[in-house]
């Protein structure tokens, strides 16, 4: 381990040499790819800047365990065990971040959330998680394109599709997919009961055609007349396209914008990243055969979260982690709930790693 860790630091030093280099702003494709580069290396080497540091502290006072002076022999005791604690500390950060990396995790995110069982509730449920990822999206700094929506009567969501671009979108938001469960008590319910509705969550890796091998023949294209709520037509051209995957089966529409061809360049990339995430999910399979990650694999059918209102708690399942902060969960307050799942996936691929 140390051995990688002083060749990242080595390339690390290069990065920052070119980055300072004269005419490095002359060329800004370059520029960029140098400094993600130099970003991505930065947690880790700055981390083994510390172990080392620790390491040296450590030696020197090792070397005061022979003074003639008890007092500073105790002293030197307490200081060594503080740093061999810290060490290991930092070791142990140090495995996880060189860890082999999702290819993904760089990726933008389509997200898609349903409503689920419970009408207009769930409706109202869908509206409600697609506020929380736009404003948790918002908080850093990503953008937020709706690509479809199917709006339900009373203002809530039966469908809704949109792209959200950021560093490293895919990354924070992978294990946010399966199904969300939500208990309070309906705006339309006049004796107070609690239900229980839920909405589902997927989240997709944004996926180009290159990402994908897909043969013209595959697919088929069908237009439309787009139509809003109640029928009411919204424009009169046939502008909304349909698009079928024949081998696959998969079949994604989209009519919001007035122009066709818009239309269908939404469709193709939700239908792209739909078939990406599909062989995802069966790569997962064929690797997880004997075993399952302690996070979930990102089944709509998996309950992973609660939201229970009369309580104002949130309990993610997975990970057996309860909040007491609903409103500020819903205002986009997740990131606990991103960090514990992180590194519970991260102990599973520890374990893994040992056992292969």
Request: net charge negative; hydrophobic share 35%; with cysteine.
């Amino acid at each position: 381990m140390l051995t990688k860790l002083e060749n990242l630091e080595g390339r690390f030093l290069d990065l920052e040499q070119q980055l300072s280099a004269r005419d490095i702003l002359s060329d800004q494709d370059r520029y960029r790819k140098l400094t993600k580069a130099h970003a991505d290396l930065k947690e880790v080497v700055d981390l083994f800047r510390q172990y080392k540091e620790v390491q040296a502290h450590r030696a020197d006072s090792r070397e005061l365990l022979a003074d003639a002076d008890p007092e500073i022999r105790s002293m030197a005791q307490e200081e060594i065990r503080r740093l061999e604690a810290l060490a290991q500390d930092l070791e142990k950060q140090l495995t996880l971040l060189l860890l082999p990396g999702d290819p993904l995790d760089e990726k933008n995110i389509i997200l898609e959330i349903r409503a689920g069982t419970g009408g207009e509730e769930a409706a109202l449920f869908a509206a409600d998680l697609f506020r929380l990822y736009s404003r948790y999206a918002e908080g850093r700094g990503w953008k937020i394109e709706i690509l479809s929506a199917s709006e339900s009567d009373t203002g809530g969501y039966r469908e809704i599709i949109a792209l959200i671009e950021g560093r490293r979108a895919y990354s924070y938001l992978k294990y946010e997919a399966g199904t969300h469960r939500v208990q309070r008590v309906p705006v339309t319910e006049s004796q107070g009961r609690i239900h229980t509705s839920a909405a589902t969550v997927a989240i997709m890796p944004e996926a180009e055609e290159a990402d994908v091998d897909i043969k013209p023949e595959d697919l088929r294209f069908d237009v439309y007349r787009s139509s809003g709520p109640g029928g009411q037509s919204v424009n009169t051209t046939d502008s909304a396209v349909r698009v079928t995957h024949i081998p696959s089966g998969i079949v994604v529409s989209c009519q919001d914008e007035k122009s066709q061809h818009k239309n269908k360049a939404r469709a193709l990339k939700v239908l792209y990243s739909r078939l990406l995430q599909a062989e995802q999910e069966r790569l997962h399979a064929i690797n997880a055969e004997n075993r399952r990650l302690q996070v979930g694999s990102g089944d709509r059918s998996e309950r992973i979260r609660t939201y229970n209102f009369p309580q104002g708690r949130v309990t993610d399942h997975r990970v057996n982690l309860t909040l007491y902060k609903l409103d500020s969960v819903l205002q986009g307050d997740i990131q606990e709930f991103i960090d514990a799942l992180a590194a519970a996936a991260r102990t599973e691929a520890l374990k893994a790693q040992a056992e292969a």
